[in-house]
């Protein structure tokens, strides 16, 4: 719970900006170009957060990663709240994206490596409970602060400071990973411990796993360097990639845009967003009840069909102009249900579980940094896109996206739900996926 608050703030800060993106452009005059840079700045950083999230995870460890992390967020919510000029807070926010992509990297690589492999998926969802968590807060927030001055998006980004505290103390006091300890500093006494907590039963078996799978890939410790790799790269870059292009982050950050464009009004479409939030929270809570239950791959079985069609739908509402009522707000509001239960719960979970011991670090990292990378093209891209293209064929590209997610979870994605880490590492290493 605690290494999960990293996953709090990750969304929050990833959510925070909606509420604050059209004051922000409007005080300092930003053009569409500057705007979609102002709001993507933050992914930026995130992406090479991400990119490079998995150095210092491997060098001074896990928990001290995790650290740095909360210093990071920290910063940039009092800098982006205090800053003064565009160049300024840009800087700030950047400085955000960084501590989000190293969490991203850091946080569910440090759950997956102290959970028992039968408890493993629901416990690194628990990252994604506390994205979705804190993107509800942040819209919550939001929606209260709005209008209470002139410089009310200032308090909107600056509430994050409380949360960064919280978890910048907090994470003094958790162990270090016990497979780092053994994999990385050679400290199988410490690690022992560790493993007694987690679970007393079989902490033997567990050292020798972790230590013969040292021996199988301590030769070719470079990601990009050995054949035996090559899977888990293919599956870790297209479920991040398929993440993104669902259009999720668009909604994110540009949900109150989106409902105006139906013609609710401002207070509406902020309302709107909230229960946007809310409804992610919710099925995000479901997936964690079901994921060690079903598996990772069900779970994106039934989210890539439901996806296709909500999006089918938004689409076919946008061509017609058919926004009646709340049409495409209720259709948004199934679409994230169904993101939610699938890919938002099975993403982090199963980037951090494909990858072998040794290069696991390298490898959520390049789960993250593709997911990210994604992510800011498509939050600097939505506004121009939608504007040139029109929100019917916007969300039709998003629905295509979909199916061919739906072929990859069909034809190439395998089931690693109940199996230690090192038993994934074998069938993957030897290219065995379990039908």
Do not use: C
């Not at 790799?229 to 909604?251: D, E, K, M, T």
């Amino acid at each position: 719970m605690t290494v999960a608050l990293g996953g709090f703030l990750f969304g929050f800060d990833t959510a925070v900006i909606s509420g604050a993106e059209q004051d922000i452009q409007k005080i300092w005059g930003l053009n569409s170009f500057q705007h979609g840079l102002t709001i993507s700045i933050a992914l930026i950083g995130t992406v090479i957060g991400a990119l490079f999230g998995g150095i210092p995870s491997d060098r001074i460890g896990r928990k001290k990663t995790l650290f740095w992390i909360a210093v990071l967020y920290l910063i940039s919510a009092l800098g982006s709240a205090l800053s003064t000029d565009w160049h300024l807070f840009m800087a700030f926010r950047f400085l955000g994206g960084l501590g989000v992509g190293a969490s991203s990297v850091a946080a569910p690589m440090y759950i997956s490596e102290i959970s028992p492999a039968n408890r493993r998926g629901r416990l690194v969802a628990m990252f994604q409970f506390n994205v979705v968590f804190g993107i509800v807060i942040a819209y919550i927030s939001n929606y209260f602060i709005a209008g209470t001055g002139p410089n009310s998006w200032r308090w909107m980004l600056g509430v994050e400071v409380i949360p960064a505290i919280l978890f910048l103390v907090l994470v003094l006091k958790i162990p270090r990973s016990p497979r780092w300890l053994i994999l990385k500093r050679n400290l199988v006494d410490e690690a022992r411990a560790i493993l007694e907590l987690i679970n007393p039963d079989n902490v033997d078996e567990t050292i020798k796993n972790i230590e013969q799978s040292k021996h199988v890939t301590n030769k070719d410790q470079h990601l990009f360097k050995s054949r035996i790799y090559r899977l888990p790269i293919v599956l870790a870059v297209l479920i991040a990639f398929f993440n993104q292009v669902s259009g999720i982050n668009a909604i994110i950050y540009y949900a109150p845009r989106i409902f105006e464009m139906t013609g609710l009004g401002e207070r509406s479409a902020l309302l709107s967003t909230a229960g946007i939030g809310i409804v992610n929270f919710i099925f995000t809570l479901l997936a964690m009840r079901f994921i060690d239950k079903f598996g990772r791959k069900t779970l994106m079985l039934i989210g890539s069909i439901g996806l296709i069609i909500t999006l089918g739908l938004v689409s076919r509402a946008f061509y017609t102009e058919s926004f009646g009522g709340m049409a495409v707000p209720v259709f948004l509001f199934i679409y994230i249900a169904f993101f939610a239960f699938s890919q938002g719960a099975v993403i982090w979970v199963f980037i951090s579980e494909v990858f072998p011991n040794e290069v696991r670090a390298g490898g959520q990292a390049l789960g993250s940094s593709t997911h990210w990378f994604m992510a800011a093209l498509i939050a600097f891209s939505f506004p121009t896109i939608s504007e040139k293209l029109g929100g019917g064929t916007t969300f039709l590209i998003f629905a295509i996206m979909m199916v061919l997610q739906l072929l990859f979870v069909l034809r190439l994605m395998p089931e690693t739900k109940g199996k230690s880490l090192e038993i994934i590492q074998s069938e993957l290493s030897n290219g065995k996926r379990k039908k």
